[in-house]
């Protein structure tokens, strides 16, 4: 069992930029493939990006690559999300997600945050 709790959400002009966090509580950290997706209002919820278990390779959807980066720190149970050159159409609650299994997390993750609201405005 983990829990997920994401923070960093807010109000940011197109071009910002902004960085969640996702802080992990529960079995150990280091043992989850983590990832974020989001889904927009009236869309379904769509992955964002994944990161593997220790090596930290990362995995992005095509609309965020090269704006987007996600990082984790073992250390802290956290992982991150870096967002830059942000877009109105990047508007969404964006969720934190866990799993054993890096191909699971981007189908259906185990473990889900509550959210955290990201707006971008033009």
């Known amino acids: 069992q983990v829990q997920l709790v994401e923070s960093g959400g807010g109000l940011v002009q197109a071009g910002g930029s902004l960085r969640l966090s996702c802080a992990a509580s529960g079995r150990t950290f280091s043992s989850y493939a983590m990832g974020w997706f989001r889904q927009a209002p009236g869309k379904e919820r769509e992955f964002v990006t994944a990161?593997?278990?220790?090596?930290?390779?990362?995995y992005d959807a095509d609309s965020v690559k090269g704006r987007f980066t996600i990082s984790r720190d073992n250390a802290l149970n956290t992982v991150y999300l870096q967002m830059n050159s942000l877009k109105p159409e990047d508007t969404a609650v964006y969720y934190c997600?866990?799993?054993?299994?890096?191909?699971?997390?981007?189908?259906?993750?185990?473990?889900w945050g509550h959210g955290t609201q990201v707006t971008v405005s033009s």
């Open positions: 990161i593997t278990r220790r090596v930290g390779g990362a």
């Open positions: 997600a866990a799993d054993g299994n890096l191909v699971r997390l981007r189908n259906g993750p185990g473990y």
